[in-house]
């Protein structure tokens, strides 16, 4: 089983709080031929299992100027939690345009290199004996791009992003 962090754009004013409608909205762009078209028009992108680690990463970036008002945590998990009624479903992230536009500037302000530096060695440790740092340092570099690059393009077009994590 594998575990993903689904990012959609979309118009602030579209998005209802409400987990059925959430689940439709994300579900219709689950497909991977979709979702394909979508990341390549850089409206979506997503992390396949180690979000959760690029969190970890961006916490690095607390203790930083540019995170310590809580900006390093929009990114992965931050913005207005929408639960599933009874609880038996991942929540659903939405992201409001401010929102956005200050996990673009965190991801901006704060480089990789910084953020690689503080916790670098225990996200390489997590990955075990057989890995080159420099093999997981890329994978990290990797997620770090494309969230600045999505992040970017999505403050600068003014919408919202909801998050969606589907196993």
């Known amino acids: 089983m594998s575990f993903h962090m689904h990012l959609r754009a979309v118009e602030n004013s579209e998005v209802r709080h409400d987990h059925a ?6 579900g219709a762009a ?12 850089g409206i979506a992108d997503s992390i396949e299992k180690d979000f959760s680690s690029v969190h970890e990463l961006c ?7 540019e995170g310590r008002d809580g900006t390093w945590e929009l990114p992965i998990f931050g913005g207005d939690i929408i639960d599933h009624p009874a609880h038996e479903k991942p929540p659903f992230v939405h992201l409001t345009p401010d929102a956005t536009r200050r996990a673009s500037a965190f991801l901006t302000d704060v480089s990789f290199d910084v953020l690689w530096e ?16 420099e ?9 770090h791009a494309g969230l600045r690059a999505f992040y970017h393009r999505t403050a600068v077009a003014g919408k919202a992003v909801v998050k969606a994590f589907w196993y």
């Open 135 to 143: 093999d997981v340092k890329g994978i990290y570099a990797g997620h």
């Open 30 to 41: 689950w497909d991977w031929d979709v979702h394909r078209a979508e990341h390549d028009a």
């Open 118 to 133: 503080s916790a670098g060695r225990q996200l390489r440790a997590a990955f075990g004996p057989g890995w080159a740092e």
């Open 21 to 26: 409608w959430l689940e439709e909205f994300m």
């Open 59 to 65: 916490e690095a970036g607390s203790g930083l100027p």
